[in-house]
Nanobody, 126 residues
Framework: QVQLVESGGGLVQAGGSLRLSCAVSGRTFSRAAMGWFRQAPGKERETVAA????????YYTDSVKGRFTISRDNAKNTVYLQMNSLKPEDTAVYYCAVAKGPFIATIPQTADFGSWGQGTQVTVSS
């Protein structure tokens, strides 16, 4: 059974930075693509960033390009999301997820991912 544990969320002022981590256990992490998602109150869950099994391919939603960086350490079974220049509109619960395969689609969707973490709250104050 796959287990994902996110950490690193919190309260930060606009312009600040946070680094989210997601530790994965229970399956072969290095063979699966990974993704970060977020859901704000009253809104649908959206794909923030995704990374292929090797780390060679990444995806970012337009609103975070140039500010967020997704990375992974297959030796540690961990995926990261470095978030810089945070804005109040980045406030949401952030989730990591394990993809159903090793690669990511051109625009990854939630349906492409099969196992999810419990989420970590990120709040950006203005």
């Amino acid at each position: 059974q796959v287990q994902l544990v996110e950490s690193g969320g919190g309260l930060v002022q606009a312009g600040g930075s946070l680094r989210l981590s997601c530790a994965v256990s229970g399956r072969t992490f290095s063979r699966a693509a990974m993704g970060w998602f977020r859901q704000a109150p009253g809104k649908e869950r959206e794909t923030v960033a995704a990374i292929s099994w090797s780390g060679g391919t990444t995806y970012y939603t337009d609103s975070v390009k140039g500010r967020f960086t997704i990375s992974r350490d297959n030796a540690k079974n961990t995926v990261y999301l470095q978030m810089n220049s945070l804005k109040p509109e980045d406030t949401a619960v952030y989730y990591c997820a394990v993809a159903k395969g090793p690669f990511i689609a051109t625009i990854p969707q939630t349906a492409d991912f099969g196992s999810w973490g419990q989420g970590t709250q990120v709040t950006v104050s203005s």
